[in-house]
């Protein structure tokens, strides 16, 4: 009869939504000929029932054991899936040295008997808590029996009788085994860079990474990590993942773009400013920092492991005042976090009357995945039909670029003042240790109503929301706030599916094409595609069976990855279309009136702009020429420009956002309803065209490329390694 396993380590917890815990685990050298194995037991301890109501969850985790985390490649046992009331097991044969014959102990690698144990939360939907038990055993050989202290063993169940979760794991045999711990604020928290008592951190690279719709920060983790890899020997760069829309994407752009927009503004200090304050206070919908999506999280911050004690060292810059140490800010967003970061750049620009962007730089702006002209007129029309009707609520009509009424604008306006939920700031603060589900309820329920109701329309008003019209539309429109500053980006980028994308197809995410690319010539015999087209419902199928079924890599395909051909297809850099528009009035002119052309082109396409959408506020189906179009009465009133021109080339942003509110009015929201989807999406394209330049890259992955290009899951989407080296590499963040 076998022996029983020994008890080395256990550890209750409670994972909400972007929950995430790793364990460094390391077998002491002089005790390795007494062991014959490990035995990673995870429990999903949450009750039975709940894997009937996947809708409030799902109720479920996956793991990812790593033996010899730091040797390239590495080769993990992944389990994808562990439902409600479900254990997984995990074996792992110790490798001794002394124990091989001479001349083969040197196969045994150093780091062979340290492992790295990751155990993550798949809930997306509500903020609700999954129980967890992690148990480390270990397997005695015979020789070894009675060398060790038994008395911890008694029990496979441990902590019975304690509290419902543990704040670090306990070690019961320390003379064997020693772990370090790291919990989701460890993990996905920002790191200010190490600097010495006497210094002060300044020119701080500020990169701020969000998720798409139904997702978490944990989405984004890959990228944060591999940015802070790439420039972890410079010191200046610091990577921030917003944590506030979790559960909450299906609110619509304006909610989930204001509660971006005011995480920037806190993180950043802008808050310790006399008008950063009145903002803190009016705000119904606090800003929240990465705080740990576990239970009894702040204590868990404090006693984790070492890396996190030297947090508050590190983390000493964010007692600065505005702008801490940050003079650039570099923005990437997946799916919809894309069109929630163009959202929350206005935001900023209005409530802080332009101040934030005067002190802080805009760098680089990317996109990946991001349906930038909405969705639905790339899908069958059912899809954009259910869209309009709200299947994912307000979020669904955004995307499907459905005009906003006045009345619509006035309840939105008033649902942002009053009606926001709680942030999870709060909800997490009272999911302390012992806390059960019904008190954090009542407390959160007693805090939103202790949080001050200061109406937000007379600080919090943007002009965004003032605007009839798809939500889509007056982001992307000439003179808009969004436009304004995403226009001052250093650098303007689309990472664009070219196909295995269901959610987000390729002539959204690249805004028409890249602006020429053919399809069918790369999916010919003679092109680079690697697989035949797929039709858009064998796209529909495998992508849902994606993401219920994660495909789970074989260890050849782990080895063989440094060998994959990269996934980049096309790059190409597209002027901006005013730019273009200039370019013979500029070839006109002498070379002493070079500076004064260059104005008067551009007055001459702003004119243009107004005109032309006047006329397609008019004409049905217009749209089809283009915004960028010029008729011969234009082009003759650029040869010969008049003083009113000129003088509305020296005007400022204000006189901008005029011509804007002048280009808005002109083009009624009844005329807007009668465009198709693509008419709309066209208008949106020239907008974003409009004097600013994009760098528009190409990605064909193989599987589902959704969640693959931006590696969702570290050891789950492994397609998409190479697309986010492209991006670490491409840009530089320091």
Known sequence: MSPKPLLLIQHKLS???????????????????????????????????????????????????????????AVPELVPFIGCAQVCRLDAPVMDPRSHSHGQSDKVEEGCNEWELEVLSEMVLQR??????????????????????????????????????????????????????????????????????????EGLHLVLLTHGIHGTWLDMLYIKEQIDAQNAHNGKTVTFLTDTNHAGTEEGIQMAGQRVALDILEFTGYCDTEQGKHLRRSATTPATTATPLTKASPASATLSSSSSTGSAAKNRNARRPFPRGFSKVSIIGHSLGGLINIYALGYIEDVTHGAFFNTIQPAHFISMATPLLG??????????????????????????????????????????????????????????????????????????????????????D???????????????????????????????????????????????????GIPTFDMDQFFS???????????????????????????????????????EPSPIVVVDHVPAAAAAAAEPVKRREGASEAADSDDRARSTVSEALQKASTEMGVVNGSAKKGLFKKSKKSSKTSSSPSSSSRSSSRSSSSSRETNATKLSSSTSSSTLACKSRLELAQLVAEGYHAEMDWTKIGVFIVHEAHVQIIVRRKWYNLDGWKTVQDLVERFDFT
């Open 15 to 73: 994972l909400s939504v972007g929950g995430i815990v790793r364990y460094r685990i390391k077998l002491n050298p002089d005790q390795l000929s007494n062991i014959d194995s490990l035995q990673f037991r995870i429990r999903n301890a949450s009750p039975v029932y709940r894997n009937l109501t996947p809708g409030s969850g799902p109720w479920k985790v996956s793991v990812a054991l790593v033996r010899n985390p730091n040797k390239t490649p």
């Open 128 to 201: 609700n808590w999954v129980d967890l038990k992690v148990e480390v055993f270990a397997v005695l050989k015979e020789c070894a029996l009675g060398l060790v202290d038994n008395k911890n063993n008694s029990s496979s169940d441990p902590a019975s009788g304690g509290s419902d979760v543990e704040v670090v794991p306990q070690i019961l045999q320390p003379s064997l085994v020693s772990c370090e711990y790291k919990d989701t604020a460890a993990i996905c928290g920002p790191t200010f860079p190490d600097v010495q008592e006497d210094q002060d951190a």
């Open 375 to 460: 969705i639905g007129f790339e899908h069958p029309w059912v899809l954009g039909f259910a869209l309009s009707l709200g299947c994912i609520g307000q979020t669904g009509k955004d995307l499907a670029l459905e005009y906003r009424s006045p009345k619509q604008l006035k309840q939105s306006s008033s649902s942002s003042s009053s009606s926001s939920p709680p942030s999870l700031s709060s909800f997490n603060a009272t999911k302390e240790k012992g806390t059960t589900d019904t008190e954090t309820h009542d407390t959160t329920a007693a805090a939103a109503t202790t949080t001050p109701t200061t109406a937000m329309t007379t600080t919090f």
């Open 462 to 512: 943007c002009t965004l929301d003032r605007e009839p019209g798809p939500l889509l539309l007056a982001m992307a429109r000439p003179g808009s706030a969004s436009n304004r500053i995403l226009k001052r980006f250093q650098d303007r980028t689309s990472y664009a599916n070219i196909e295995n994308d269901m959610a987000v197809r390729f002539k959204t995410s690249s805004m028409m």
């Open 525 to 563: 015999p003679e092109g680079a595609a690697t697989q035949p087209r797929k039709n858009l419902y064998h796209s529909a199928v495998t992508s849902t069976l994606a993401l219920l079924f994660p495909n789970v890599p074989t260890k050849a395909k782990f080895l063989s990855i440094a060998d």
